[in-house]
């Protein structure tokens, strides 16, 4: 089991405020996931619930949660534009990068097989935000579904092996955030 434990700095102690700030941005997210698509609504609580994870992972020294939250509120972020494709591309992949990069010469990046997960999932989730949903639901189903599903493994494993409450937080959302795109995919390639 110790084999399964992922690099991580300790918290001084498990404080309960970053708990409850963590559930407090998963119940405005799941409001969000059930209001109405694309409305402002929406896409405010899918800010303010991105914006206070990066937060809740940052207190409690979750660097990578943290990386992926920076690029998920800058992808939020994007919802209020009208920027072209390959600018969320660039700008979000190029965020990933940057990210995993500041991790490893932080020395804060597990370079093992949950680094890679992280990693994989972190592009993934990042093209997701990047891809248009209505005109292409097959990639942006494929990226933002897998993307969810490798973060949620990877913070399984968080929750499991290194007893960290709130890693729980990310393994619901990304359960939950990865069933809408898994079935744009199954109704995209039914309808081929």
Not at 9 to 23: M, S, W
Not at 36 to 48: K, M, N, T, V
Request: aromatic letters at 12%; glycine letters at 8%; a positive charge.
């Amino acid at each position: 089991m110790s084999r399964m434990k992922m690099t991580k700095t300790p918290a001084n102690k498990e404080d309960p405020r970053i708990l409850y700030v963590g559930i407090t941005a998963m119940a405005l997210l799941l409001v969000g996931v059930f209001s109405e698509p694309a409305s402002l609504l929406q896409r405010l609580l899918f800010l303010i619930g991105a914006l206070m994870l990066t937060m809740t992972a940052y207190m409690n020294r979750q660097w990578t949660l943290f990386v992926l939250q920076i690029v998920i509120s800058m992808g939020s972020l994007f919802a209020f534009t009208g920027f072209e494709d390959m600018v969320r591309y660039a700008v979000l992949l190029g965020a990933s990068l940057a990210g995993i990069i500041y991790l490893r010469l932080a020395k804060r990046y597990d370079a093992g097989l949950w680094g890679m997960v992280s990693s994989a999932g972190l592009f993934l989730v990042a093209a997701g935000f990047a891809t248009d949903a209505n005109s292409h639901p097959l990639f942006f189903g494929l990226f933002l579904g897998l993307g969810s599903l490798l973060v949620a493994l990877y913070s399984f494993v968080d929750y499991f092996c290194n007893k960290d409450s709130a890693a729980a937080i990310w393994l619901v959302l990304n359960i939950v955030f990865a069933i809408n795109p898994i079935l744009m995919v199954v109704s995209a390639l039914k309808g081929h």
